[in-house]
């Protein structure tokens, strides 16, 4: 068996502070990545089913927002 002395823990004091810095920048990053990873799935759904109304040839498949009050003079 290999000797395993290169994998133990060195005479030097631990960072905690680093070691906690570096876990919250990871899990900052991972929750950017996986909240852009649902935009992203909610935006190709909505484009699929507007695309779907588009080519079955029914009116009215993007809603155009009107204006509450009418204009006038």
Do not use: F
């Not at 060195?10 to 991972?30: F, Q, W």
């Not at 079955?56 to 009107?66: A, D, K």
């Amino acid at each position: 068996m290999a000797d395993l002395s290169h994998y133990e823990a060195g005479e030097e004091p631990d960072d905690y502070r680093h070691r906690v810095l570096t876990n919250i920048a990871a899990l900052v990053v991972l929750t950017l990545l996986i909240g852009g990873g649902l935009w992203i799935a909610a935006t190709m759904a909505d484009q699929r089913k507007s695309q779907d109304c588009v080519l079955s040839g029914r009116p009215g498949c993007t809603p155009v927002p009107l204006p509450k009050t009418p204009p006038g003079p």
